[in-house]
């Protein structure tokens, strides 16, 4: 399943989850269930899984910043794009360093990114808010409990989307091509 040895893969699959990156949150907002659900990080997380570290990354980092200038979400001020785009890296970082240690493992990766992902939004918020003297706390404690329903949407969909691929024979997965 890895791109790790063929960046032209790499790019390819980065490409098509950046995309989705960009248009799966305006789905989700349009049809009412906003962004609970983190709709940007389900495709920037299952692309750490599948392209090579620095793909993942710069996706991760980039993806933010071009769906804010193109759709306005997420917001430049207050620094929501920001935010988003730090902890997006940092997730991307930490699935693709834990997923290569053993790509059997894909439990441990998931977790960790998301903790990370997490705990990184959570320390943000907190500093940036406060820097431009909004609520910090209860705004850090409110991004975070926010997005309970998004954790547990990609502890549903990841493992199941690595399945699929997995299972499936393609030129862009299957390491014989």
Not at 6 to 19: D, F, G, W
Not at 94 to 110: C, E, G, I, N, Q
Request: charged share 10%; glycine share 6%.
């Amino acid at each position: 399943m890895s791109s790790e040895n063929n960046p032209l893969r790499s790019m390819v699959i980065s490409a098509a989850m950046a995309a989705l990156a960009i248009v799966l949150p305006m789905v989700f907002h349009a049809t009412g269930l906003g962004s609970h659900f983190l709709p940007m990080l389900l495709p920037l997380l299952l692309n750490a899984f599948l392209s090579s570290a620095g793909w993942a990354i710069f996706t991760a980092a980039v993806v933010p910043w071009i769906s804010a200038l193109a759709t306005g979400m997420p917001p430049v001020y207050p620094p929501v794009a920001l935010v988003m785009s730090l902890e997006a890296m940092i997730m991307a970082a930490v699935v693709t360093t834990l997923h290569r240690l053993d790509r059997k493992l894909v439990w441990p990766a998931l977790i960790a990114g998301i903790a990370a992902d997490r705990i990184v939004s959570f320390a943000l918020t907190l500093l940036l808010f406060s820097r431009f003297g909004l609520p910090a706390k209860a705004v850090a404690i409110g991004v975070f409990v926010r997005a309970l329903p998004g954790v547990a949407l990609q502890l549903a969909v990841i493992p199941l989307a690595l399945k699929g691929i997995g299972e499936r024979k393609s030129i862009l997965f299957d390491r014989n091509h």
